[in-house]
């Protein structure tokens, strides 16, 4: 690739997931005359609100060329926990501020099973506590949903705020935090540089294995900040809340530009991924195609995302 060309690939890289956002739209736009609707369009913002959320605990991870497959798990188990304080008489904002302790503590653990016990990869860690975050939900709720939850709650989180979901602002504000992290701050820029190359960020003097901590953190953050949306949608604690969560995650970080290899995407793109994982579910729910076909649908666009980054790392080792 040469030097004029690196722009046009950046270029590319950044527009896109847009170009194929809009594209799809079009699309669905002539295939369905529901599809436009201004209900429809809140109703795929609603839902796409807590995948949006659990992308940008993945994409935290994903910067610094690692995964988190617990993050559904921690969304199940830190929605029990919540509908479980909430039911016993907590204020919700102390209820809440446990949920996302718990999440948050979930994701440093994984960062210590990382960076302390020296595992070989993420995957290993995180596939651990997948496992263990579910089986603790499945424990606490006794393997029944917990409903009953104060209405109070339920306005704050699954309502609306003049005139938007409030899972939609919710997500928003988390999305402009994270913008901010990852942009303006050293912590952010120091996430880049491990995925980058994770040896010149030590030599850098970058606390590696601190700010891989802070990653994970993050990641478990997200969501624990999922499952309070998704309570106040759904007015309960469900133990398999989540199942399966953390792949449409790590799908919309990828399908919005963000690289397996690490070093490389944007809060922006993230959303316009998770967007694009939305509208097309959405879309094939009204052109009533089998839940089953919508899998390897869903799966195809997954594994071409996959594919495009593979192609562009391959064209960015030939500069």
Request: hydrophobic share 55%.
């Amino acid at each position: 690739m040469t030097t004029k060309e690196q722009p046009a690939a950046v270029l590319w890289q950044r527009m896109g997931p847009l170009l194929g956002l809009a594209t799809l739209i079009i699309g669905l736009s002539f295939a369905s005359p529901y599809f436009l609707t201004v209900e429809n369009l809140l109703n795929v913002l609603r839902q796409s609100s807590i995948n949006a959320i659990l992308a940008l605990g993945q994409l935290m991870v994903i910067i610094t060329a690692g995964i988190d497959l617990s993050i559904g798990s921690v969304l199940g188990v830190t929605n029990v926990m919540l509908a479980i304080l909430l039911v016993s008489g907590w204020h919700p904002l102390a209820a809440c501020a446990a949920a996302l302790g718990t999440g948050l503590g979930i994701g440093l653990l994984n960062g210590v099973l990382l960076t302390r016990l020296r595992l070989p990869h993420p995957f290993i860690s995180t596939l651990g506590t997948m496992n263990v975050g579910r089986g603790a939900a499945l424990l606490l709720a006794g393997g029944v949903p917990i409903s009953g939850l104060s209405m109070g709650f339920r306005s704050a989180t699954g309502g609306n705020a003049f005139g938007a979901p409030m899972p939609v602002v919710i997500a928003a504000v988390a999305y402009l935090a994270a913008h901010l992290f990852l942009t303006r701050t050293i912590w952010g820029r120091d996430l880049y540089a491990i995925g980058g190359n994770r040896e010149a960020a030590r030599l850098a003097g970058i606390p590696v294995e601190r700010r891989l901590n802070l990653a994970y953190a993050l990641s478990g953050f997200a969501g624990a900040l999922g499952a309070i949306v998704l309570a106040g949608r759904m007015n309960s604690g469900f133990p398999l809340a989540g199942s399966g969560a953390e792949l449409d995650a790590i799908a919309a970080a990828i399908i919005g530009g963000a690289s397996f290899f690490g070093g490389v995407g944007t809060v922006g793109g993230t959303l316009i991924g998770a967007l694009i994982i939305g509208f097309l579910r959405n879309g094939l729910n009204l052109l009533d195609v089998s839940a089953y076909w919508q899998m390897v649908v869903i799966g195809c666009v997954i594994v071409g995302a996959v594919f495009v980054d593979v192609l562009r790392q391959r064209g960015t080792r030939t500069v």
